[in-house]
């Protein structure tokens, strides 16, 4: 991605990363600020329907964002420039969950409680998002990006399925946070069997039980957690390096005079080209970044809420800071943001945070929404009466019998590879224990999943972020160590080829 061009008004620093359906960019906005460009796969984009299938998929964001929930990525636009699609946002999306989980050389790794404090943020938000009718689609640590503060927000949600024409699954979500939640204790816990152990537990009740048990869970370890983790030092610590050793190729240029004059107008911005909004203009008054996160808050029609989405209160003392930051699209982040974190409100008040019913968080929806929802509860709850069914007349335990994993083209450099398994089973309900073998490591990475019964397929992931110069072929090995019929590990790989 070059370098020192523009769009929108948002200048290119030079550092990217792939993303699930494009490419990431942090950018700088006219004002100075740091922000975020991800411009959307031209290919996926030119399939039938998709773009209005995203722009779709934004707005539902746009209207979550502007409700008062805090754990989205913000958005400020999205543009069509030059061809392209790019949605921009109010906060950059570097680092991901999975850059700092790949690490560097001398980089720190966050301790368990960093692990804790982003898994219960994480779960808050998908909460709020199904309560919603809404599902994120391809969650991974890829998809999750850690900002300046500490805080987890959910970046890409919906874009994947809105490409692909798909519907977003809630049950998708929860395999994907266990999977996450197991990932980060096998990395970040790797030190401490107990913290490790509290992870596992989480992941198997949202599997089970939903996100609600598994966010109830780590709140009722969290004496098995360090000391003073809600604060995020360790992890804010870790971002801080990581950010310091993260140099960018070349320094911006100076935004130009006024800023954003030529946003959603059909005029040719910097760069060359015509710029144009998809996405309806706000309202008199309203900050294109509305919902921006600002010193642990965020500003939400004007009011600054903070916490989570299950414990979001008004908070007066930074309401006058927060609207005038959001006039002139300043974001804060790092020194100034309150020591009260949005974390520490949810740890401290333990098993009894619950999360805010969505009637009581969002806009009362119209009378067809209203009827969609019904149709929807009656369908889940005839679902649940089959599998339900399906449970009791089960009558062989879970056997494994066939594995297949696959690995998308590697294109550009310093990217993050999403490699995909798919572990086939006799539709029992069980455990399945699990190892992911990486070419460039010598020892597996090793997981305990639930299953529910009634399910034929599971699927698991493993994020693989290359970078540097030159070429080389990586292979990631996925073993089923159990259960297996047969008493030998079954086992697939997949190949991709790096080159820079």
């Known amino acids: 991605m070059p370098d020192g061009e523009s769009i929108a008004g948002h200048w290119l620093t030079g550092r990217s990363r792939t993303g699930e359906v494009g490419v990431w960019a942090d950018t700088v906005t006219p004002d100075g600020s740091r922000a975020g460009a991800l411009r959307l796969d031209p290919l996926s984009m030119s399939a039938p329907g998709a773009r209005e299938r995203v722009v779709a998929a934004v707005n539902a964001d746009r209207r979550l964002l502007q409700s008062g929930l805090t754990g989205l990525m913000p958005i400020a636009d999205l543009v069509a420039a030059r061809g392209d699609v790019w949605l921009l946002t109010g906060r950059p999306a570097t680092p991901s969950l999975a850059e700092l989980m790949n690490g560097r050389p001398g980089l720190p790794p966050p301790d368990a409680g960093s692990a804790a404090t982003v898994l219960v943020e994480t779960a808050q938000t998908l909460l709020a998002v199904h309560a919603a009718g809404l599902a994120h689609g391809a969650l991974h640590a890829g998809t999750v990006v850690i900002g300046d503060d500490g805080t987890a927000l959910l970046a890409e949600r919906g874009l994947v399925t809105a490409l692909r024409g798909d519907q977003a699954s809630p049950d998708r979500d929860l395999a994907a946070w266990a999977s996450l939640a197991r990932g980060l204790g096998a990395g970040w816990a790797a030190d401490d069997p107990r913290a490790a152990q509290l992870f596992d537990r989480a992941a198997a009740a949202a599997t089970t039980h939903g996100l609600s048990a598994a966010r109830d869970a780590l709140l009722s370890g969290r004496d098995l957690l360090p000391t003073g983790f809600t604060t995020r030092e360790r992890l804010v610590r870790t971002i801080q390096w990581w950010s310091a050793s993260d140099v960018q190729t070349q320094e911006p240029p100076r935004p130009y005079d006024p800023p954003g004059s030529y946003v959603g107008s059909g005029l040719p911005g910097p760069g060359g080209g015509e710029v144009l909004t998809l996405l309806s203009p706000p309202a008199t008054g309203d900050s294109p970044y509305q919902g921006v996160a600002i010193g642990g ?32 699209g300043e974001v804060r982040f790092g020194p100034g943001v309150p020591a009260d974190t949005t974390a520490a409100q949810i740890w401290r008040q ?52 066939a594995v297949d994993v696959k690995a998308p083209k590697a294109k550009g450099c310093d990217i993050t590879v999403n490699i995909t398994g798919k572990i086939t089973t006799n539709g029992s309900a069980g455990q399945i224990k699990y190892q992911w073998w990486r070419s460039d490591k010598k020892d597996p990475i090793e997981q305990t999943d639930t299953v529910p019964s009634g399910q034929t397929a599971y699927e698991v992931s493993l994020p693989w972020t290359v970078k540097g110069q030159g070429s080389k072929k990586l292979t990631a090995r996925l073993r089923v160590l159990s259960p297996i019929g047969s008493g030998t590990p079954l086992e697939d790989k997949a190949s991709f080829t790096y080159k820079c």
């Open 297 to 328: 808050a965020a500003v939400a029609g004007g009011i600054a809420a903070a916490g989570f989405a299950g414990g979001a209160h008004a908070a007066t003392a930074g309401a006058t800071g927060a609207t005038e930051a959001a006039r002139s």
């Open 350 to 401: 333990g098993r009894e945070q619950v999360t805010v019913p969505a009637k009581e968080r969002l806009r009362r929806p119209p009378a067809k929404r209203r009827r969609s929802a019904l149709w929807s509860g009656l369908l889940f709850l005839l679902i649940l009466v089959a599998a339900i069914f399906l449970w009791l007349q089960r009558g062989d335990p879970l056997s494994v019998t």
